[in-house]
């Protein structure tokens, strides 16, 4: 019998920044994601000024049964009328796969919904990891005035990213400041049939 073997994979990346030398990142801007914040005038405005929201790593691990894909994230601070910069935010295409952030600085909150609308987020902090339960959509959220959160992220290879079901529907929640405080509120923009 033969065994299959496979070369290992090395990355580099900054854990103060998440930024990787050797990588190219993927980016997201206002423009971008203009139709998923809750006030379209405010997003319409930075979107015509190509304001950067983030950008995120992949690694370049083979993408199959068995393999654990994983990254780096980078949501930079900033607000859209008062709502708070995030990630587009996605389910995974096999929806009982889960993923793990690690907090590498920065502040801010992992949103989380699953298909039968229960929603849940719990608070990034340097040196904390969120793991995000199968079958939910998840979304990094920076919460910090003037600081990036960066976040490293690992979820089973073969998950796949589901983003289109969010770019449709919308989380069921946004997250905005009140009184210089991070606020959980329903979102005006939630689709529910779509």
């Known amino acids: 019998m033969t065994v299959a073997t496979r070369d290992a994979v090395v990355t580099d990346f900054s854990p103060a920044t998440g930024l990787s030398t050797t990588k190219r990142p993927l980016r997201r801007h206002v ?4 139709d998923m914040y809750a006030d379209a ?5 930075l979107a015509e000024q190509g304001t950067l929201v ?6 370049g691990v083979p993408h199959g049964s068995g393999e654990v894909a994983y990254g780096t ?5 900033g607000k859209v009328g ?11 295409e096999v929806l009982e796969t889960s993923e793990i952030y690690y907090c590498l600085s920065g502040r801010g909150l992992m949103l989380m919904e699953n298909p039968e609308g229960h929603v849940q987020w719990e ?10 339960p199968a079958r939910y959509a998840h979304r990094s959220i920076n919460t910090g005035a003037d600081e990036p959160l ?6 089973p290879g073969h998950a ?21 405080q991070p606020a959980v509120l329903d979102n005006p923009r939630w689709q529910e049939d779509a």
């Open 73 to 77: 994230s980078i949501t930079y601070p």
């Open 41 to 45: 005038d405010a997003a319409r405005a």
């Open 160 to 180: 796949g990213h589901d983003y289109g079901t969010i770019e449709t529907k919308g989380f069921r929640k946004i997250v905005v400041e009140r009184d210089g």
């Open 123 to 132: 608070e990034f902090t340097p040196g904390t990891a969120v793991y995000v």
């Open 54 to 59: 983030y950008e995120f790593f992949d690694m």
């Open 150 to 155: 960066v976040t490293f992220f690992a979820f």
């Open 31 to 34: 423009a971008d994601m203009a």
């Open 82 to 92: 008062d709502e708070y910069f995030m990630t587009k935010g996605h389910f995974h």
